[in-house]
């Protein structure tokens, strides 16, 4: 085995100006030009206090013009926005969480899509007092994803996975009135609520901008992942790599880029499809090479150990390659960018999903009826444009790093319990974690996830906090586009385990894993509310008291916001990297980063000096620690 060494965000970078020389040959454009001339950004746009809700706008405070035409302050535009931006990631995650639920309905013995968890189901079913006894498992499927459906727009009542938290945390949703009723009533009433002349009382927007959060979280975001689940299996711990040498020369390259697995779930089956196969080798290629970028990268990852050619800021540089034959998407985080792009070279740019249309594409409409004829259609279509490849324009960086990956929370009890067979009666619970929590093997968790951001540099603000996390005793789970930072760099190898403090350097010795655990998706951060859910019951302290806290240092997206607020309304301390465009109220801005405390026991801390956010959260992190008495 060839010696273990992180690689470095400098050979990232060095890679990627290679890939642009490539693009300069071809006329290409990039983020990196756009970012030029999009700098400086709009200073009213950048602390919130532009408001355009209504056409007697717009209308922008400054200290000359103090209030809007309709004579709303600058902490109601800013409160708004803020909410509104919530409601964008909520409804977006919520409606991921949706397709996830009409895909499971699909499901049929035989059919495109199958039941692959049927234990998972059945406790779902029970959970939500679904009769299970004797029924056929195509039924209860049917009839469990017809219930979750009905979480969008039920007319009583509060989302049913609430009850997963504890006791404590639902008195505080239901005392501060933030429990998550209806998904779509919650978007929909912030939509309502920050139309002209409703709203303006940051208290209230901001206390919706919780619930609305919540209903992702605890509702849409959950339903995704626990049906994903169902579907396509629940995560186990599998080996993969990571990075832009994932590609393979010789091979077709197919790079799966997006959030819903329903799709690329299909396209890895059909690349292993004999036929394809055969067909790739009748075009002169060896195989069919299948990798990925962003959520949907992720979620083949932790199920089929598919390798992740990249992240967020990544996803141009695979075209870049000049060796990709396609880049299939489904919906969120896309560059529109990638359909002139790929005109530069031979790559098939194509959109799927009626969600996520764009120019220059090729549109091949999948749905869950078709989903097989579609996926085959595309994987044919990529093979076929093998031939239009243009050799002088084909460079593979040769980098990436092996990883462990698929740290669903059943896997993490499943490893915990490896650990402690001694202790038969610490079986299927957190109780190990807790205690290396209060020894004080491990000081705590950070919870690491989101985007990559040009406002920090990219990727080295999650790798250098997860560096110095790890170097103190802090075990990270991580998701998204930081869980891909993470892996490119090496720190999903479980020799990264040498870089670790001697607390959590035994812990990963004794439980067999790496010191950073990819637990999915960005809808996976539900299963990191479970797990601090479970953490607590077992351990009796509320989620606010446990060593945990969470960060986004490098976040862009409205989901980012929507996902903040629900781990924040749960008790969890988040730490960003990035300012939420509210900077312009003195009162929204001292809500979030402090006065939510009095609502849900947490609240938002930013810092863009990276090194500064990392002592930060250690800080916060042991205060926790010298509160329990630990
Ligand atoms: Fe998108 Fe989920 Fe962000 Fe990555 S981390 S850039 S949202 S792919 Ni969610
Ligand atoms: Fe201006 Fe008020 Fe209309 Fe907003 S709602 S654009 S502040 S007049």
Same mark, same amino acid.
């Given at each position: 085995m060839s010696e273990f060494k992180l690689t470095t965000v400098e050979e990232f970078e060095a890679a990627t100006a290679r890939l642009l020389e490539t693009g300069a040959k071809v006329g290409a454009d990039s983020w990196q030009l756009r970012v030029k001339n999009q700098t400086p950004h709009c200073k009213f746009g950048e602390e919130g206090v532009c408001c355009r809700i209504?056409?007697?706008?717009? %209308?922008?405070?400054?200290?000359?013009?103090?209030? &809007?035409?309709? &004579?709303?302050d600058v902490h109601g535009i800013v409160g708004r926005n803020f909410l509104r931006f919530t409601a964008g990631g909520s409804a977006t995650h919520s409606d991921h969480g949706r397709e996830i %639920?009409?895909?499971?309905?699909? !499901?049929?013995?035989?059919?495109?899509?199958? #039941?692959?968890?049927?234990?998972?189901l059945k406790r779902i079913a029970q959970e939500w007092g679904i009769e299970t006894e004797g029924k056929?498992?195509?039924?209860?499927?049917?009839?469990?994803?017809?219930? $979750?459906?009905?979480?969008?727009?039920?007319?009583?009542g509060t989302q049913k996975f609430i009850k997963r938290a504890p006791e404590h945390t639902q008195e505080i949703w239901k005392r501060e009135e933030i429990e998550p009723r209806a998904i779509d009533r919650e978007v929909s009433q912030a939509l309502h609520m920050t139309h002209m002349g409703c709203s303006s009382k940051p208290e209230a927007l901001v206390r919706q901008a919780l619930r609305c959060g919540l209903s992702d979280g605890w509702g849409g975001s959950m339903m995704g992942t626990e049906f994903s689940d169902v579907l396509f299996g629940t995560p186990k711990e599998m080996e993969t790599e990571a990075n832009l040498g994932v590609m393979e020369e010789e091979n077709v390259n197919i790079v799966v880029h997006g959030h819903d697995p329903s799709l690329s779930e299909m396209i890895c089956e059909y690349a292993e499809d004999p036929e394809m196969i055969a067909l790739a080798k009748s075009v002169g290629a060896k195989g069919i090479t299948i990798s990925g970028v962003c959520c949907t990268s992720n979620e083949v990852a932790m199920r089929r150990g598919i390798p992740m050619a990249g992240n967020f800021l990544q996803q141009e540089n695979v075209v870049l390659t000049g060796a990709c034959e396609a880049i299939v998407v489904d919906v969120q985080c896309i560059f @529109?960018?990638?359909?002139?792009?790929?005109?530069?070279?031979?790559?098939?740019?194509?959109?799927?999903?009626? #969600?996520a249309q764009m120019p220059e594409s090729d549109f091949i409409r999948f749905s869950s009826e078709?989903?097989?004829?579609?996926?085959?259609?595309?994987?044919? !279509?990529? /093979?076929?444009?093998?031939?239009?490849?243009? @050799?002088?324009?084909?460079?593979?960086?040769?980098?990436?790093?092996?990883?462990?990956?698929?740290?669903?929370?059943?896997?993490? /009890?499943?490893?915990?319990? &490896? *650990?402690?067979?001694?202790?038969v009666d610490k079986t299927g619970t957190t109780m190990p974690l807790v205690d290396c929590?209060?020894? &004080?093997?491990?000081?705590?968790?950070?919870?690491? #996830?989101? %985007?990559?951001?040009?406002?920090?540099?990219?990727?080295?603000?999650?790798?250098?906090?997860?560096?110095?996390?790890?170097?103190?005793? #802090?075990?990270?789970?991580?998701?998204?586009?930081?869980?891909?930072?993470?892996?490119k760099a090496g720190l999903m190898d479980k020799r990264a385990k040498e870089l670790c403090g001697?607390?959590?350097?035994? *812990?990963?010795?004794?439980?067999?894993? @790496? @010191?950073?655990?990819?637990? $999915?998706? %960005?809808?996976?951060?539900?299963?990191?509310?479970?797990?601090?859910?479970?953490i607590a019951k077992d351990s009796g302290w509320n989620i606010s008291q446990v060593p945990v806290v969470g960060c986004a240092p490098e976040w862009m997206s409205e989901k980012a916001v929507s996902i903040g607020n629900y781990v924040v309304s749960t008790g969890i301390d988040t730490y960003l990297g990035v300012e939420p465009y509210a900077t312009g109220s003195s009162e929204v801005d001292a809500l979030l980063k402090g006065g939510l405390r009095d609502w849900v026991e947490a609240a938002y801390t930013v810092e863009s000096d990276i090194d500064k956010l990392g002592d930060l959260m250690i800080e916060r992190i042991e205060e926790k620690r010298a509160a329990l008495g630990i």
């Open positions: 209504c056409s007697m706008g717009p %209308c922008r405070i400054t200290k000359k013009a103090p209030r &809007g035409i309709c &004579g709303c %639920c009409h895909t499971l309905y699909e !499901t049929r013995e035989g059919g495109n899509y199958t #039941v692959k968890d049927p234990a998972k056929d498992i195509y039924d209860l499927a049917h009839e469990v994803a017809e219930t $979750g459906l009905l979480e969008y727009g039920k007319p009583f @529109p960018a990638l359909g002139p792009l790929s005109k530069c070279f031979h790559t098939k740019f194509i959109t799927t999903s009626p #969600v078709s989903a097989g004829e579609n996926a085959k259609l595309i994987v044919k !279509t990529a /093979i076929e444009n093998f031939k239009n490849r243009n @050799p002088e324009l084909v460079h593979i960086p040769d980098m990436k790093q092996k990883a462990f990956v698929g740290y669903s929370f059943e896997e993490i /009890i499943h490893k915990l319990d &490896g *650990v402690t067979n001694s202790f929590v209060k020894s &004080g093997v491990l000081r705590g968790a950070v919870a690491m #996830v989101g %985007c990559n951001n040009p406002k920090i540099r990219p990727d080295a603000a999650h790798i250098e906090l997860m560096k110095k996390l790890i170097a103190n005793d #802090v075990i990270l789970i991580v998701s998204g586009c930081s869980a891909q930072a993470a892996a001697a607390g959590l350097k035994r *812990v990963c010795e004794l439980a067999d894993i @790496p @010191p950073v655990l990819h637990m $999915g998706s %960005c809808v996976d951060i539900s299963r990191m509310m479970i797990l601090a859910s479970e």
